[in-house]
């Protein structure tokens, strides 16, 4: 089985897991990741007041970090949110109290096109499958992949906390030499750390 076969099956078989989680349950596992986000240690740990934090508005089962959002924004972050513009490329506009979102094109949703593109300092990352070496899985069409890629090329690379239900965890994700690892992952059970990424 070649790499891509291996992460197309743990991506459906983990997005199945959340798909099979009732709205209840997805509801509490965003409230509790509120709470784990509310703590001094996270703020700390990540530099939160005065970054610019990427988010995501939620699609299909994602779990509903607008709430979060609000919290960070309340510690001192701006707050910025990824727009799909093609197969290829996903940009970052930034996302002032009160903006409108509109439908920006591949189910997602984020401010409008007369918002100023920037680079995030800190991610909140949408993903299939994570591990405890930081490695992860997305959706398949590669756009956080180049976003970080860029970014890191650049020299600005931001700081990587991906975000997902525990069920979406796998015990060892493939990855290859050019991958970027996460920082830390945060679930509803809490903030796990990546040793060393800090």
Do not use: N
């Not at 959340?18 to 596992?29: E, Q, T, Y």
């Not at 910025?80 to 997602?108: H, M, N, S």
């Not at 690892?181 to 750390?193: F, K, Q, R, V, Y």
């Amino acid at each position: 089985m070649t790499l891509r076969e291996r992460k197309a099956l743990l991506r459906a078989e983990r997005l199945a897991l959340r798909d099979a989680l009732s709205p209840d349950v997805r509801a509490a596992g965003a409230a509790a990741m509120l709470d784990h986000v509310s703590a001094p240690a996270f703020r700390d740990a990540f530099e939160i007041d005065g970054a610019l934090v990427s988010g995501f508005w939620p699609i299909r089962s994602e779990p509903d970090i607008r709430p979060l959002m609000e919290e960070l924004r309340r510690q001192g972050a701006g707050l910025c949110l990824p727009v799909v513009l093609d197969r290829e490329t996903i940009v970052f506009r930034d996302y002032p109290v009160g903006a409108p979102i509109v439908k920006t094109g591949f189910g997602t949703a984020g401010p409008g096109e007369t918002a100023p593109v920037v680079d995030p300092e800190v991610m909140l990352v949408p993903l299939s499958a994570f591990d405890r070496g930081g490695h992860r899985i997305g959706y398949g069409a590669g756009h956080y992949d180049r976003a970080i890629a860029r970014l890191d090329a650049l020299g600005t690379r931001p700081r990587l906390i991906g975000i997902a239900f525990a069920c979406q965890e796998v015990a060892s994700v493939p990855f290859e030499p050019h991958d970027i690892p996460l920082d830390a992952i945060l679930t509803e059970e809490g903030l796990i750390e990546m040793r060393g990424a800090l």
